[in-house]
């Protein structure tokens, strides 16, 4: 055979196999980037400082029903608490467990502050409110939007139906603790309001029963209680005061709390757009209050 035919005979089949249409190859669908990913932040700020440390330590209260309670075993659990374990994963990434990335620091009205400035805690959440705190320009302390709006309310008994509402309370007795100013307040909020102090809103809690007094005055988180204590009582009417529990941290000086604060009020305001707030709500609260609430507002 001539040598040069199997050549010409390979030369042609390569030809005609370019002519013939090949099935194209699959480009792979590109993989979504997991959700779960830690969040990226710019290197100034301080959330990533914080991603780099491994760890954020989160100022709150040990007594506190329903905010905060650090029973025998060690267990944290409350609503400050659960939204602390929320921001946690925020800055984390909601895979981690939020605790092992959480040191809880005790505080509580008079060591709070302190916390922030000495740098013990990185932001406390532990009823904080701007008159307290101290929100001027001189404060060390920033403080975020409100995640909870309460204050001093009034308390009497289901089968009351004379008392609806503040004004209601004119002629009518209000039983008070002892070395507080909610008498004050009540007779602020209506002038011919009569006031009893005693030592303890236990002891409130039995002159309400025994018809002593028309009503209780008090915190809302007080009131809260004496309701499960006695479920033929039951709040009514509006806030006798108002008070508006922010996030505490140090205010930034030298960038070295850069983002901080704006991070928080988004975070915040994404809590309670996507539900978060009002599943915690439900979850810490609701039991307590019995009532539903959506936002801070409500």
Same mark, same amino acid.
């Given at each position: $055979?001539?040598?040069?035919?199997?050549?010409?005979?390979?030369? #042609?089949? $390569?030809?005609?196999?370019?002519?013939?249409?090949?099935?194209?190859?699959?480009?792979?669908?590109?993989?979504?980037?997991?959700?779960?990913?830690? &969040?990226?932040?710019?290197?100034?700020?301080? $959330?990533?400082?914080?991603?780099?440390?491994?760890?954020?330590?989160?100022?709150?209260?040990?007594? %506190?029903?329903?905010?905060?309670?650090?029973?025998?075993?060690?267990?944290?659990?409350?609503?400050?608490?659960?939204?602390?374990?929320?921001?946690?994963?925020?800055?984390?990434?909601?895979?981690?467990?939020?605790?092992?990335?959480?040191?809880?620091?005790?505080?509580?009205?008079? =060591?709070?502050?302190?916390?922030?400035?000495?740098?013990?805690?990185?932001? *406390?959440?532990?009823?904080?409110?701007?008159?307290?705190?101290?929100?001027?320009?001189?404060? &060390?302390?920033?403080?975020?939007? &409100?995640?909870?709006?309460?204050? !001093?309310?009034?308390?009497?008994?289901?089968?009351?139906? !004379?008392?609806?509402? #503040?004004?209601?309370?004119? =002629?009518?007795?209000?039983?008070?603790?002892?070395?507080?100013?909610?008498? !004050?307040?009540?007779?602020? %909020?209506?002038?011919?309001?009569?006031?009893?102090?005693?030592?303890?809103?236990?002891?409130?809690?039995?002159?309400?029963?025994?018809?002593?007094?028309?009503?209780?005055?008090?915190?809302? %988180? *007080?009131?809260?209680?004496?309701?499960? #204590?006695?479920?033929?009582?039951?709040?009514?009417?509006?806030?006798? =005061?108002? !008070?508006?529990?922010?996030?505490?941290?140090?205010?930034?000086?030298?960038?070295?709390?850069?983002?901080?604060?704006?991070?928080?009020?988004?975070?915040?305001?994404?809590?309670?757009?996507?539900?978060?707030?009002?599943?915690?709500?439900?979850?810490? *609260?609701?039991?307590?209050?019995?009532?539903?609430?959506?936002? &801070?507002?409500?």
């Amino acid at each position: $055979m001539n040598p040069r035919y199997p050549a010409a005979l390979a030369l #042609l089949a $390569m030809v005609i196999a370019a002519c013939v249409p090949q099935p194209s190859e699959e480009t792979p669908a590109p993989t979504a980037r997991p959700t779960s990913a830690r &969040p990226r932040f710019e290197l100034a700020t301080y $959330m990533y400082a914080l991603q780099t440390k491994g760890k954020i330590r989160i100022g709150v209260l040990d007594k %506190a029903i329903p905010f905060a309670v650090h029973d025998s075993s060690g267990l944290r659990t409350g609503f400050e608490v659960d939204l602390g374990r929320a921001l946690a994963k925020a800055i984390f990434g909601p895979q981690r467990d939020p605790d092992s990335v959480i040191e809880w620091i005790s505080v509580d009205g008079t =060591t709070a502050v302190s916390a922030l400035t000495s740098a013990q805690a990185d932001l *406390i959440l532990a009823r904080l409110a701007a008159p307290e705190s101290g929100s001027g320009l001189d404060s &060390p302390v920033d403080l975020t939007d &409100p995640y909870f709006v309460t204050g !001093e309310r009034i308390l009497i008994k289901s089968s009351n139906d !004379e008392i609806k509402d #503040l004004p209601d309370l004119d =002629t009518k007795t209000v039983c008070v603790q002892r070395d507080t100013a909610v008498a !004050e307040h009540v007779v602020e %909020a209506s002038a011919f309001a009569r006031t009893l102090s005693l030592d303890t809103y236990a002891s409130c809690l039995g002159a309400l029963q025994q018809g002593q007094v028309d009503a209780i005055g008090a915190d809302e %988180a *007080i009131l809260w209680n004496l309701v499960k #204590l006695d479920p033929n009582t039951k709040l009514v009417g509006r806030f006798v =005061t108002t !008070e508006r529990y922010s996030i505490g941290v140090k205010r930034n000086a030298a960038g070295d709390r850069q983002g901080f604060l704006p991070f928080l009020n988004a975070w915040l305001a994404g809590a309670i757009r996507d539900g978060t707030w009002a599943r915690l709500y439900g979850q810490d *609260i609701k039991t307590y209050s019995g009532e539903t609430k959506t936002t &801070p507002a409500d």
